[in-house]
Protein backbone atom coordinates (compact mmCIF):
# COMPACT_ATOMS: atom_id res chain seq x y z
CA UNK A 1 0.00 0.00 0.00
CA UNK A 2 1.50 3.45 -0.97
CA UNK A 3 2.50 5.57 2.26
CA UNK A 4 2.97 8.23 -0.05
CA UNK A 5 0.58 10.65 -1.28
CA UNK A 6 0.39 12.23 -5.04
CA UNK A 7 2.83 15.32 -4.77
CA UNK A 8 3.66 15.24 -1.14
CA UNK A 9 -0.04 17.16 -0.50
CA UNK A 10 -1.42 16.75 3.14
CA UNK A 11 -3.25 13.32 4.01
CA UNK A 12 -6.65 15.49 4.40
CA UNK A 13 -6.52 15.62 0.63
CA UNK A 14 -5.63 12.42 -0.28
CA UNK A 15 -8.00 10.02 0.96
CA UNK A 16 -9.88 7.59 -0.92
CA UNK A 17 -13.18 8.71 0.36
CA UNK A 18 -13.30 12.60 -0.67
CA UNK A 19 -10.62 12.45 -3.26
CA UNK A 20 -12.26 13.58 -6.99
CA UNK A 21 -9.21 11.98 -8.06
CA UNK A 22 -7.71 8.63 -8.46
CA UNK A 23 -3.86 8.11 -9.86
CA UNK A 24 -3.02 4.54 -10.76
CA UNK A 25 0.81 3.74 -11.37
CA UNK A 26 1.52 1.76 -14.28
CA UNK A 27 5.38 0.75 -14.06
CA UNK A 28 5.27 -1.81 -17.03
CA UNK A 29 7.92 -1.91 -20.10
CA UNK A 30 7.69 -5.43 -21.04
CA UNK A 31 6.93 -5.05 -25.06
CA UNK A 32 9.56 -1.61 -25.31
CA UNK A 33 11.73 -3.11 -27.97
CA UNK A 34 14.57 -0.16 -27.98
CA UNK A 35 14.75 1.78 -24.64
CA UNK A 36 13.20 0.33 -21.47
CA UNK A 37 12.83 2.23 -18.78
CA UNK A 38 9.29 3.55 -18.58
CA UNK A 39 9.09 0.93 -15.61
CA UNK A 40 10.84 3.55 -13.56
CA UNK A 41 7.98 6.06 -15.30
CA UNK A 42 6.15 6.42 -12.31
CA UNK A 43 8.09 6.66 -9.49
CA UNK A 44 10.34 9.73 -11.61
CA UNK A 45 7.07 11.54 -12.13
CA UNK A 46 5.81 11.19 -8.68
CA UNK A 47 9.53 12.39 -7.58
CA UNK A 48 9.20 14.98 -9.79
CA UNK A 49 5.70 16.13 -8.99
CA UNK A 50 6.92 16.30 -4.86
CA UNK A 51 8.65 19.52 -6.14
CA UNK A 52 5.88 21.51 -8.55
CA UNK A 53 4.52 24.83 -7.11
CA UNK A 54 0.99 23.64 -6.75
CA UNK A 55 -0.51 27.16 -7.53
CA UNK A 56 -1.23 27.09 -10.95
CA UNK A 57 -1.18 30.54 -12.37
CA UNK A 58 -3.83 30.03 -15.56
CA UNK A 59 -6.06 29.00 -13.70
CA UNK A 60 -5.46 31.02 -10.42
CA UNK A 61 -6.33 26.78 -8.55
CA UNK A 62 -4.60 24.84 -6.40
CA UNK A 63 -6.78 21.74 -8.23
CA UNK A 64 -5.10 19.46 -5.07
CA UNK A 65 -7.60 20.58 -3.19
CA UNK A 66 -10.47 18.37 -4.83
CA UNK A 67 -8.76 15.54 -2.98
CA UNK A 68 -6.10 13.29 -5.31
CA UNK A 69 -6.03 9.52 -3.96
CA UNK A 70 -2.56 8.22 -5.16
CA UNK A 71 -3.67 4.20 -5.36
CA UNK A 72 -1.26 1.13 -5.50
CA UNK A 73 1.15 0.51 -8.18
CA UNK A 74 -0.56 -1.89 -10.68
CA UNK A 75 2.62 -3.89 -10.84
CA UNK A 76 2.18 -7.19 -13.28
CA UNK A 77 5.34 -8.23 -14.58
CA UNK A 78 4.54 -11.97 -16.17
CA UNK A 79 3.11 -10.51 -19.37
CA UNK A 80 1.34 -8.06 -21.09
CA UNK A 81 -1.72 -9.76 -21.42
CA UNK A 82 -1.79 -9.97 -17.32
CA UNK A 83 -0.85 -6.81 -17.15
CA UNK A 84 -3.54 -5.39 -19.52
CA UNK A 85 -6.13 -7.46 -17.57
CA UNK A 86 -5.06 -6.63 -14.31
CA UNK A 87 -5.27 -2.14 -15.47
CA UNK A 88 -8.58 -2.64 -16.91
CA UNK A 89 -9.67 -4.47 -13.19
CA UNK A 90 -8.21 -1.47 -11.50
CA UNK A 91 -9.55 1.82 -13.37
CA UNK A 92 -13.07 -0.02 -13.70
CA UNK A 93 -12.86 -0.42 -9.78
CA UNK A 94 -12.70 3.39 -9.58
CA UNK A 95 -14.57 4.55 -12.32
CA UNK A 96 -17.44 2.27 -10.14
CA UNK A 97 -17.02 4.58 -7.34
CA UNK A 98 -17.52 7.44 -9.98
CA UNK A 99 -14.06 9.01 -9.29
CA UNK A 100 -11.74 11.08 -11.86
CA UNK A 101 -9.57 8.23 -12.84
CA UNK A 102 -6.37 9.38 -14.25
CA UNK A 103 -3.01 6.43 -15.12
CA UNK A 104 0.58 6.97 -15.18
CA UNK A 105 2.91 4.72 -17.30
CA UNK A 106 5.01 2.68 -17.92
CA UNK A 107 4.51 1.74 -21.93
CA UNK A 108 1.77 2.85 -23.79
CA UNK A 109 0.40 -0.89 -23.79
CA UNK A 110 -0.79 0.26 -20.69
CA UNK A 111 -3.41 2.25 -22.18
CA UNK A 112 -5.45 -1.12 -24.02
CA UNK A 113 -6.87 -1.67 -20.64
CA UNK A 114 -7.40 1.60 -19.49
CA UNK A 115 -9.46 2.31 -22.96
CA UNK A 116 -11.33 -1.30 -22.35
CA UNK A 117 -12.59 0.00 -19.07
CA UNK A 118 -13.66 3.41 -19.82
CA UNK A 119 -15.46 2.35 -22.96
CA UNK A 120 -17.77 -0.16 -20.95
CA UNK A 121 -18.18 2.49 -18.59
CA UNK A 122 -19.11 5.48 -20.80
CA UNK A 123 -21.81 5.45 -23.59
CA UNK A 124 -20.71 6.66 -27.11
CA UNK A 125 -16.44 6.97 -26.28
CA UNK A 126 -14.29 9.44 -28.03
CA UNK A 127 -10.79 8.01 -27.80
CA UNK A 128 -8.40 11.45 -27.66
CA UNK A 129 -4.76 9.91 -28.75
CA UNK A 130 -2.08 12.58 -28.42
CA UNK A 131 1.26 10.57 -29.55
CA UNK A 132 4.00 10.13 -32.46
CA UNK A 133 2.96 6.78 -33.39
CA UNK A 134 -0.62 5.62 -34.79
CA UNK A 135 0.10 2.27 -32.51
CA UNK A 136 -2.52 0.17 -34.41
CA UNK A 137 -1.38 -2.61 -35.26
CA UNK A 138 -3.54 -5.87 -34.82
CA UNK A 139 -0.73 -7.87 -33.57
CA UNK A 140 2.95 -7.17 -33.17
CA UNK A 141 5.41 -9.87 -32.33
CA UNK A 142 3.02 -12.47 -31.66
CA UNK A 143 0.62 -10.83 -29.65
CA UNK A 144 -1.94 -8.25 -29.21
CA UNK A 145 -1.04 -6.71 -26.02
CA UNK A 146 2.10 -5.04 -27.82
CA UNK A 147 3.05 -1.48 -27.38
CA UNK A 148 2.57 -1.34 -31.22
CA UNK A 149 -1.10 -2.41 -30.46
CA UNK A 150 -1.73 -0.23 -27.91
CA UNK A 151 -4.90 2.05 -30.20
CA UNK A 152 -6.02 -1.92 -31.92
CA UNK A 153 -9.14 -1.82 -29.92
CA UNK A 154 -9.64 2.06 -29.85
CA UNK A 155 -10.03 2.19 -33.73
CA UNK A 156 -12.58 -0.63 -33.80
CA UNK A 157 -14.31 -0.19 -30.86
CA UNK A 158 -14.85 4.04 -30.41
CA UNK A 159 -14.53 6.77 -32.11
CA UNK A 160 -10.52 7.33 -32.18
CA UNK A 161 -9.12 10.68 -33.12
CA UNK A 162 -5.52 10.43 -33.38
CA UNK A 163 -3.07 14.03 -32.82
CA UNK A 164 0.51 14.59 -33.96
CA UNK A 165 1.47 11.09 -35.51
CA UNK A 166 4.29 11.06 -37.33
CA UNK A 167 5.66 7.44 -37.10
CA UNK A 168 3.61 4.46 -38.49
CA UNK A 169 4.12 1.16 -40.40
CA UNK A 170 3.11 1.17 -44.36
CA UNK A 171 0.02 -1.53 -42.66
CA UNK A 172 -1.24 1.04 -40.60
CA UNK A 173 -1.60 3.21 -43.24
CA UNK A 174 -4.32 0.91 -44.16
CA UNK A 175 -6.13 0.94 -40.79
CA UNK A 176 -5.92 4.72 -39.44
CA UNK A 177 -9.45 6.67 -40.57
CA UNK A 178 -7.66 9.39 -42.57
CA UNK A 179 -10.65 12.09 -41.68
CA UNK A 180 -9.71 11.23 -38.14
CA UNK A 181 -6.01 11.38 -37.84
CA UNK A 182 -4.14 14.51 -37.64
CA UNK A 183 -0.67 14.69 -39.11
CA UNK A 184 2.32 16.65 -37.36
CA UNK A 185 3.39 17.51 -40.88
CA UNK A 186 -0.23 18.80 -42.17
CA UNK A 187 -0.86 20.74 -38.56
CA UNK A 188 2.06 22.50 -39.08
CA UNK A 189 0.22 24.51 -42.02
CA UNK A 190 -3.27 23.86 -40.49
CA UNK A 191 -4.31 26.51 -38.36
CA UNK A 192 -7.92 24.95 -37.38
CA UNK A 193 -6.42 21.35 -36.71
CA UNK A 194 -7.83 22.08 -32.62
CA UNK A 195 -11.44 22.69 -34.00
CA UNK A 196 -11.48 20.45 -36.52
CA UNK A 197 -10.71 17.46 -34.03
CA UNK A 198 -12.53 18.41 -31.39
CA UNK A 199 -15.48 19.28 -33.85
CA UNK A 200 -15.18 14.95 -34.76
CA UNK A 201 -15.66 14.19 -30.82
CA UNK A 202 -18.33 13.24 -29.00
CA UNK A 203 -19.31 14.27 -25.86
CA UNK A 204 -17.42 11.71 -23.75
CA UNK A 205 -13.93 11.60 -24.06
CA UNK A 206 -10.64 9.97 -22.61
CA UNK A 207 -7.59 11.55 -22.97
CA UNK A 208 -4.49 8.97 -23.85
CA UNK A 209 -1.41 11.31 -23.82
CA UNK A 210 2.05 9.18 -25.01
CA UNK A 211 4.67 11.91 -24.21
CA UNK A 212 6.54 11.42 -27.62
CA UNK A 213 3.63 13.52 -28.99
CA UNK A 214 6.06 16.48 -27.53
CA UNK A 215 8.99 17.64 -29.57
CA UNK A 216 12.45 15.85 -28.95
CA UNK A 217 13.68 19.87 -27.37
CA UNK A 218 10.80 18.98 -24.82
CA UNK A 219 11.21 16.22 -23.85
CA UNK A 220 13.90 13.19 -24.62
CA UNK A 221 13.48 10.47 -22.02
CA UNK A 222 10.55 8.26 -23.98
CA UNK A 223 10.86 5.17 -25.24
CA UNK A 224 10.54 5.93 -28.80
CA UNK A 225 11.40 9.32 -29.54
CA UNK A 226 10.48 11.54 -32.79
CA UNK A 227 11.57 14.55 -33.86
CA UNK A 228 8.87 17.07 -35.00
CA UNK A 229 6.35 17.34 -32.05
CA UNK A 230 4.53 19.67 -30.55
CA UNK A 231 5.24 22.70 -28.39
CA UNK A 232 4.25 23.47 -24.71
CA UNK A 233 1.71 26.27 -25.07
CA UNK A 234 0.11 24.91 -28.46
CA UNK A 235 -0.40 21.65 -26.56
CA UNK A 236 -2.05 23.50 -23.65
CA UNK A 237 -4.26 25.49 -25.71
CA UNK A 238 -5.62 22.48 -26.96
CA UNK A 239 -6.09 20.84 -23.69
CA UNK A 240 -7.65 23.69 -22.21
CA UNK A 241 -10.26 24.02 -25.46
CA UNK A 242 -10.51 20.18 -24.91
CA UNK A 243 -11.44 19.70 -21.02
CA UNK A 244 -13.58 23.78 -21.74
CA UNK A 245 -15.99 22.12 -24.48
CA UNK A 246 -15.94 18.11 -23.63
CA UNK A 247 -16.22 16.00 -20.61
CA UNK A 248 -13.21 14.42 -20.43
CA UNK A 249 -13.58 11.41 -17.89
CA UNK A 250 -10.07 10.25 -17.68
CA UNK A 251 -6.67 10.03 -18.82
CA UNK A 252 -3.48 8.47 -19.21
CA UNK A 253 -0.24 9.62 -19.56
CA UNK A 254 2.64 6.93 -21.14
CA UNK A 255 6.08 6.52 -21.89
CA UNK A 256 8.38 8.54 -19.40
CA UNK A 257 11.42 6.39 -19.76
CA UNK A 258 13.73 8.41 -17.27
CA UNK A 259 16.91 8.89 -17.08
CA UNK A 260 19.82 10.28 -14.31
CA UNK A 261 20.86 12.71 -16.79
CA UNK A 262 17.78 14.15 -17.85
CA UNK A 263 14.82 14.93 -15.07
CA UNK A 264 13.59 17.96 -16.77
CA UNK A 265 11.54 15.16 -18.98
CA UNK A 266 10.45 14.00 -15.65
CA UNK A 267 9.28 17.81 -14.70
CA UNK A 268 7.52 18.45 -17.75
CA UNK A 269 5.50 14.68 -17.34
CA UNK A 270 4.22 16.25 -13.80
CA UNK A 271 3.42 19.27 -15.10
CA UNK A 272 1.35 18.72 -17.86
CA UNK A 273 -0.46 16.05 -15.66
CA UNK A 274 -1.29 18.72 -13.09
CA UNK A 275 -1.96 21.22 -15.98
CA UNK A 276 -4.68 18.53 -17.50
CA UNK A 277 -6.32 18.65 -13.75
CA UNK A 278 -6.34 22.19 -13.34
CA UNK A 279 -8.35 22.48 -16.32
CA UNK A 280 -10.74 19.61 -15.71
CA UNK A 281 -11.80 21.28 -12.33
CA UNK A 282 -11.54 24.93 -13.74
CA UNK A 283 -14.04 24.36 -16.29
CA UNK A 284 -16.51 22.23 -13.24
CA UNK A 285 -19.74 23.58 -11.57
CA UNK A 286 -19.01 23.43 -7.87
CA UNK A 287 -22.54 22.35 -7.87
CA UNK A 288 -21.89 19.29 -9.40
CA UNK A 289 -19.30 18.08 -7.19
CA UNK A 290 -20.39 19.47 -3.54
CA UNK A 291 -23.41 18.28 -1.59
CA UNK A 292 -24.87 19.70 1.67
CA UNK A 293 -22.80 17.38 4.09
CA UNK A 294 -19.37 18.44 2.30
CA UNK A 295 -18.71 15.35 0.56
CA UNK A 296 -18.35 14.79 -3.01
CA UNK A 297 -21.06 13.42 -5.32
CA UNK A 298 -20.15 11.54 -8.19
CA UNK A 299 -17.75 13.03 -10.05
CA UNK A 300 -18.41 11.30 -13.76
CA UNK A 301 -22.23 11.86 -13.98
CA UNK A 302 -22.57 10.04 -17.74
CA UNK A 303 -21.31 6.73 -16.57
CA UNK A 304 -23.39 3.50 -17.10
CA UNK A 305 -23.02 2.86 -13.63
CA UNK A 306 -25.71 3.78 -11.21
CA UNK A 307 -25.90 3.21 -7.23
CA UNK A 308 -27.23 0.08 -7.84
CA UNK A 309 -24.21 -0.74 -9.77
CA UNK A 310 -22.14 -0.96 -6.36
CA UNK A 311 -20.83 -4.43 -5.20
Known amino acids: MNKRTYAGIPEKYAKIDTSKVVLIPVPFDGTINWQKGTVNGPKAFLDASENMELYDIETDSEVYKNGIFLADDVIETASAEKMVRSVHATTKEYIRKNKFVTLVGGEHSISIGSIRA ?121 LQKLFKEKNVVGIDLTDLCPNDNDKASNYLASKLYYKMLSYKFDNADEDDYENESGFSEPNNKTSKFQDEDYE
Open 118 to 238: FNECFDNLTVVHVGAHANVRTEFEGTQYHNACALSDASQSTNLIQIGIRSMDAIEKTIVDEDKTFYAHEMVTDDYWMENAIDLMTNNVFLSFNLNALDMSLVRSTSYPEPGGLFWYETLEF
